[in-house]
Structures are given as structure tokens and as C-alpha cells.
């Protein structure tokens, strides 16, 4: 689910404008300080959801480290665009390590791995990502220069937009 968010403050003085009541050849003055130039923040939320699975965890007393930990939930694919099923194993006593992704429609495999515990430590396990955020900020320092006198003839305008990624 992407939620997109904008709004539109003051360049000079961070107040927020309300843009309704601008006409296409004219702004409204900030009504703190008076200037036209504003930013524009895009705000993009992606959230994804969280399901229920299980999850079991093996620990023997007096031990930090569980024995066995194994579990079974949805996890979104970023690759395949949406949620999959994942199967992890770590199994400390047996030294194994396994792994499996698959399309819960289709029951197709998208990524199986099994192999000793020791040897997938040195792999950097991806982390889990369920929250994404993004934030944008363009600014829009667009200036208004009135046309002639008697009003014909076209406004000019100097715009200038950029986009900064935060
Ligand atoms: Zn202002």
C-alpha cells in the first residue's frame, strides 16, 4: 500500500500555504512574510503488511543461543511484487541452515538454499524490510513577472524545479 502525501509551504519562512486560492497567473502571498516562492514536500509512505505465521525457537537452560529456531510467515517479495511464503531453519545442533521462498499461489520456488550453518554466516543475511519510507522534497522557486501595463501580452515566467531525495 503506498499512501502519497504532499503539501506545500512557504520558501522563506516554513509556513504552510493553502494553494487553493491561487489563480494560474497569480499566488497568494505567504501571509507571514509575504513571499511567493515555496516548496513542495511529497511525502511517500509505503507500508506493507505484517501476517501471521509461526515461529519456534528451541533453548536449552543456562544457554543464550537457541538450538533450534525455525519459522514459517509471509514476507513480501520485493522482486516478485508481492507477499511470499518463507521457510527458515536454523538448526545450531545439526550445524544446517535451510531456507525456502515460495509463491503461495502457485507453490513455485523462488529461492531454496540448504547448507551448513557455518558456511551461510559468511553470506551478510539480507535484513528484513517492512517499512519503507522516502521522503522528497522539490523545490519550486517559481517567480511571477507581471505583464505589461494593459495586461496583454503573455506573463513570463522563470521557473526553476529540483527534487532533493532526503
Ligand atoms: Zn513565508
Same mark, same amino acid.
Given at each position: 500500500?503506498?499512501? =502519497?502525501?504532499?503539501?506545500?509551504?512557504?520558501?522563506?519562512?516554513?509556513?504552510? %500555504?493553502?494553494?487553493?486560492?491561487?489563480?494560474? #497567473?497569480? @499566488?497568494?502571498?505567504?501571509?507571514?512574510?509575504?513571499? %511567493?516562492? @515555496?516548496?513542495?514536500? *511529497?511525502?511517500? *509512505?509505503?507500508?506493507?503488511?505484517?501476517?501471521?505465521?509461526?515461529? !519456534?525457537?528451541?533453548? @536449552?537452560?543456562?544457554?543464550?543461543?537457541?538450538?533450534? $529456531?525455525?519459522? #514459517?510467515?509471509?514476507?513480501?517479495?520485493?522482486?516478485?511484487?508481492?507477499?511470499?511464503?518463507?521457510? @527458515?531453519? %536454523?538448526?545450531?545442533?545439526?550445524?544446517?541452515? !535451510?531456507?525456502? *521462498?515460495?509463491?503461495?499461489?502457485?507453490?513455485? =520456488?523462488?529461492?531454496?538454499?540448504? $547448507?551448513?550453518?557455518?558456511?551461510?554466516?559468511?553470506?551478510?543475511? !539480507?535484513?528484513?524490510?517492512?517499512?519503507?519510507?522516502?521522503?522528497?522534497?522539490?523545490?519550486?522557486?517559481?517567480?511571477?513577472?507581471?505583464?505589461?501595463?494593459?495586461?496583454?501580452?503573455?506573463?513570463?515566467?522563470?521557473?526553476? *524545479?529540483?527534487?532533493? $531525495?532526503?
Amino acid at each position: 500500500m503506498t499512501k =502519497i502525501e504532499d503539501s506545500t509551504e512557504c520558501s522563506k519562512c516554513g509556513s504552510l %500555504i493553502d494553494t487553493s486560492k491561487d489563480t494560474y #497567473s497569480e @499566488r497568494v502571498p505567504c501571509q507571514k512574510c509575504g513571499s %511567493i516562492s @515555496r516548496s513542495h514536500m *511529497v511525502h511517500i *509512505v509505503e507500508n506493507l503488511l505484517a501476517v501471521d505465521g509461526y515461529g !519456534a525457537i528451541g533453548k @536449552r537452560p543456562g544457554k543464550k543461543k537457541p538450538f533450534v $529456531e525455525e519459522m #514459517s510467515m509471509p514476507e513480501y517479495s520485493y522482486s516478485k511484487g508481492k507477499i511470499v511464503h518463507k521457510y @527458515r531453519l %536454523i538448526d545450531r545442533d545439526n550445524d544446517k541452515y !535451510a531456507e525456502k *521462498v515460495s509463491d503461495y499461489q502457485s507453490g513455485e =520456488i523462488i529461492h531454496q538454499c540448504e $547448507e551448513p550453518l557455518t558456511e551461510h554466516f559468511g553470506h551478510g543475511s !539480507a535484513k528484513h524490510k517492512i517499512y519503507k519510507e522516502k521522503k522528497y522534497k522539490i523545490f519550486d522557486n517559481h517567480r511571477l513577472h507581471s505583464g505589461p501595463a494593459n495586461g496583454a501580452g503573455p506573463v513570463s515566467r522563470n521557473v526553476s *524545479v529540483g527534487i532533493k $531525495e532526503k
